[in-house]
């Protein structure tokens, strides 16, 4: 089945430090969005990402969807205590079906 | 913004009993709504597809008969766990999207964890 995987699993840093989490799927995807689960949370919605190629930013955050529009990532700069939580991306397959099919998830946790 | 309030956000139960989860949006209508379960530090698992006035569209595994979806109403949709037994707990969230495309953005509940005893 369609599967989408993120790199890394989790990831500790050092306030101030930068991060990265990467999204794979099996599958060409129509489009994809970015969740942030706080710890107890529930996810919030980041961005969403169409076109092949895209690049966003949003303040310290930049995401970018790959040409053949099977990966994806996410990038923050300078890492805050803030950031913690479990970054998930979520792709929906070109079925025509409004289900997303959500990624492993890459749980950040910031030393200060 | 877009409200989705579920409830319970946490339930206990005894084995063998069924546990009703709503899950209804505030402010927009839902003709679709998603319903996950999440397994500590794990990912959301799509469980089913719910949609206002028909059957729910079940994940390849998800027993329909254990997990009964109703959305009676373009506000509400409802998960019932069946006979419940001690592997059903888990976090239970549902989603539900606010625009008229399939590029909406999906707006949580905060999610209702069973404990099954």
């Known amino acids: 089945g369609q599967q989408v995987m993120q790199i890394p699993q989790y990831q500790h840093v050092q306030e101030g430090e930068d991060f990265t989490t990467y999204c794979n799927s099996s599958t060409t995807l129509s489009n994809i969005q970015w969740y942030k689960q706080r710890p107890g949370g529930h996810p919030v919605f980041l961005i969403q990402?169409?076109?092949?190629?895209e690049v966003k930013k949003q303040k310290r955050l930049t995401f970018q969807f790959g040409e053949a529009k099977k990966n994806s990532s996410l990038h923050i700069t300078a890492t805050q205590t803030t950031d913690v939580g479990t970054y998930f991306c979520?792709?929906?397959?070109?079925?025509?079906?409004?289900?997303?099919?959500f990624g492993t998830g890459t749980r950040l946790k910031v030393l200060a | 913004g877009a409200v989705v309030s579920q409830h319970p956000s946490w339930v206990i139960c005894k084995s063998g009993t069924s546990v009703k989860i709503e899950c209804r949006s505030l402010?927009?209508?839902?003709?679709?709504m998603f319903w996950y379960r999440q397994f500590p530090k794990q990912s959301l698992m799509l469980m089913a597809t719910s949609n206002e006035g028909s059957k729910a569209t079940y994940e390849q595994g998800v027993e329909k008969d254990k997990f009964l979806i109703n959305h009676a109403s373009l506000t509400l949709s409802t998960l019932t766990v069946t006979s419940a037994h001690p592997e059903d707990s888990s976090f239970y969230i549902c989603?539900?999207?606010?625009?008229?495309?399939?590029?909406?953005?999906?707006?949580f509940g905060n999610g209702t964890r069973l404990t099954v005893t």
């Open positions: 402010d927009f209508q839902a003709t679709t």
């Open positions: 979520a792709g929906r397959p070109f079925t025509g079906t409004y289900k997303y099919i």
């Open positions: 989603s539900a999207s606010r625009g008229a495309t399939q590029n909406s953005p999906l707006h």
């Open positions: 990402l169409v076109k092949s190629g």
